[in-house]
C-alpha cells in the first residue's frame, strides 16, 4: 500500500487573510512597530528558511538533528507513538529521524504524520517529499494557527507531539506558557513532547546566526513585507529596510528589526491604513529567547508538563527536550 495525504483546513484562506489584516494594523499602530514573525512563512520565506539552515552560521539545524539521531529511538520506544503531530511542519532531517523510529519500533503498522501549520504551502511540499520517500506513512496535513487551534487536532491514538527548530523562542515567556498549556491539552496519558530550544551562549556565535555574511537571513526578514504586500494590498519597499539583528543581554534573546533607511509613506490597501516611517525607525520583526535547562523546565513545569529527559549537544548549544503529563 503506498502513502497516502489529506488536508483539513481548520483556517482557510479568509481566516488568513482576517488574521493578518489584523496583527498587521495592531502591529503598525503600536509604539514601536512590529510585525509578527509567523508572517515570514509564505512559500518564498518557507524557501528562504531552508537555506537558513543550510549557512555555516546558522548551527542550531545541524545541531539539533544530531541530538535527535542519537536519542529518536529511545524516545519512540519510550512513548510508542503511533502519529507524529509536528507543530511548524517541513519535510527536514529532524522531521524524518523522528518518523524514521517510528517505523523501526513497529508500534503502528502505518504510522501518521500531522504536520499542523498556518502555511498550506508548507504542509504540501511537506507531505510531498515524505510521502514519496515513505510508502508506509499516513500524512493529514492540518491548517490552523497556534493561537487557536491546537486542541481541534484529531487524534488517532497514542501521540508524540514535536516542537523542533526553538520556536518557541519566538514567543515571549507568558506566550509560551500558554502554547505549551495548549499542548498539554493535546496529550493524554501515556503521550510525549519532544521540544526543541536553543541554549544561552556567547553572544557572538548567537548574533552571527542571526545575520548572516550571505545575507539571507536579511532576505527571509524582509520577505515579511513582501508577504504583507501581497496579501493586503500594501506597497512596502522591502529594499528600503535594513536588517537589524541584536543580543539583548537582559532578556536573553536575538531581536530582529527592519529599519527604514528614509523617511516614508506606506499605504496597506486593505486595512484603509496610512503608516509613516521616519529614517532609521526600526519594526520589530522577531524574537528568539535562548533557554537554560532550569527556565525551560520550570516553563513546562508551569504548563503542567514534567520532564523526562534533556538530551544536549556535546558543547551545551542546544537541547532537545522530551516532556510528558505531570502528574
Not at 500524512?139 to 488517532?156: A, C, E, K, N, Q
Not at 519532544?194 to 520577505?223: I, M, P, Q, S, W
Not at 509613506?265 to 519594526?283: H, P
Request: aromatic residues 8%; without cysteine; negative net charge.
Amino acid at each position: 500500500m503506498s502513502a497516502t495525504f489529506d488536508l483539513t483546513r481548520i483556517a482557510v484562506d479568509t481566516d488568513y487573510h482576517g488574521q493578518m489584516a489584523a496583527d498587521v494594523r495592531a502591529g503598525l499602530t503600536a509604539t514601536p512597530k512590529a510585525l509578527p514573525p509567523k508572517y515570514f512563512y509564505d512559500a518564498a520565506g518557507s524557501e528562504l528558511f531552508v537555506r537558513i539552515t543550510q549557512l555555516e552560521e546558522y548551527y542550531q539545524t545541524r545541531t539539533e538533528t544530531a541530538i535527535l539521531e542519537q536519542v529518536a529511538d529511545a524516545i519512540v520506544a519510550d512513548i510508542a507513538p503511533v502519529e507524529l503531530v509536528e507543530l511548524g511542519s517541513g519535510a527536514s532531517r529532524k522531521t524524518r529521524v523522528l518518523l524514521e523510529a517510528m517505523h523501526r519500533s513497529g508500534a503502528a503498522e502505518r504510522p501518521r504524520y500531522v504536520p499542523f501549520d498556518v502555511s498550506e504551502d508548507a504542509i504540501v511540499g511537506a507531505a510531498e517529499a515524505l510521502t514519496g520517500d515513505y510508502a508506509w506513512l499516513d500524512v493529514h496535513g492540518i491548517v490552523g494557527d497556534f493561537d487557536h487551534h491546537l486542541t481541534d487536532v484529531p487524534r488517532s491514538g497514542r501521540r508524540l507531539v514535536a516542537f523542533l527548530g526553538s520556536t518557541i523562542g519566538n514567543l515571549d515567556p507568558d506566550e509560551q506558557v500558554a502554547l505549551l498549556t495548549q499542548v498539554r491539552a493535546m496529550l493524554d496519558d501515556g503521550d510525549g513532547f519532544v521540544l526543541g530550544v536553543d541554549l544561552v551562549k556567547d553572544a557572538t556565535t548567537l548574533v552571527r546566526a542571526y545575520d548572516d555574511a550571505e545575507g539571507v537571513t536579511a532576505a527571509f526578514n524582509r520577505n515579511v513585507l513582501h508577504n504583507v504586500n501581497a496579501t493586503l494590498g500594501a506597497d512596502f519597499e522591502p529594499d528600503d529596510f535594513d536588517h537589524v539583528a541584536r543580543w539583548n543581554d537582559a532578556e536573553s534573546r536575538i531581536e530582529m528589526w527592519l529599519r527604514a533607511r528614509r523617511d516614508m509613506q506606506v499605504r496597506v490597501k486593505d486595512l484603509d491604513l496610512d503608516v509613516e516611517l521616519v529614517e532609521g525607525e526600526e519594526v520589530h520583526t522577531e524574537i528568539s529567547s535562548k533557554f537554560t535547562e532550569p527556565t525551560i523546565t520550570d516553563r513546562l513545569a508551569t504548563a503542567g508538563l514534567r520532564v523526562a529527559r534533556f538530551d544536549t549537544d556535546p558543547r551545551g548549544w542546544f537541547g532537545v527536550v522530551t516532556a510528558v503529563p505531570a502528574g
